[in-house]
């Protein structure tokens, strides 16, 4: 898990309202080929539930917070996103959920690929052979 990290992102303070910047080379680590985002989340419901072998996203709490854990098939990881100026990478071949999701939360993701559904691992005992 060493390459999965919080990305700080810039924040523009002006009293008219601050505004954040991705750009792909400087704060994104990858190529944005999608985007795609989570929101009206039931309380007590979990996202995700799966691992990419390809993928690689950036997933930020635009509003309100949630946890992202992420599990490697030996550690697991929880972090807390509340702030829009924060975004965790996610790089390939790492099991991942959110949960803890609260009111009017919407979590913005960014990824690296267009959908495939044969880049999705979805059972966690599978994830683990595939990691070996």
Do not use: C
């Not at 700080?8 to 080379?25: A, Q």
């Not at 989570?38 to 419901?45: C, S």
């Not at 950036?58 to 807390?80: C, K």
Request: net charge neutral; no cysteine.
């Amino acid at each position: 898990m060493n390459k999965l990290r919080i990305i700080d992102l810039p924040k523009v303070e002006d009293p008219r309202g601050n505004l954040t910047i991705i750009e792909y080379g400087k704060n994104l680590p990858f190529q944005m080929k999608r985007v795609y985002w989570i929101y009206d989340v039931p309380g007590g419901q979990t996202r995700g539930g799966h691992a990419f072998k390809n993928q690689l996203e950036l997933v930020i709490a635009l509003s309100g917070s949630f946890d992202v854990v992420v599990n490697d098939g030996t550690q697991e990881n929880r972090f807390h996103l509340n702030r829009s100026y924060f975004g965790l990478y996610i790089p390939n071949g790492l099991w991942r959920h959110m949960d803890n999701f609260s009111t009017n939360s919407v979590a913005l993701v960014l990824s690296s690929t267009l959908y495939d559904e044969n880049d999705y691992i979805r059972d966690y005992q599978n994830y683990l052979l595939w990691k070996k």
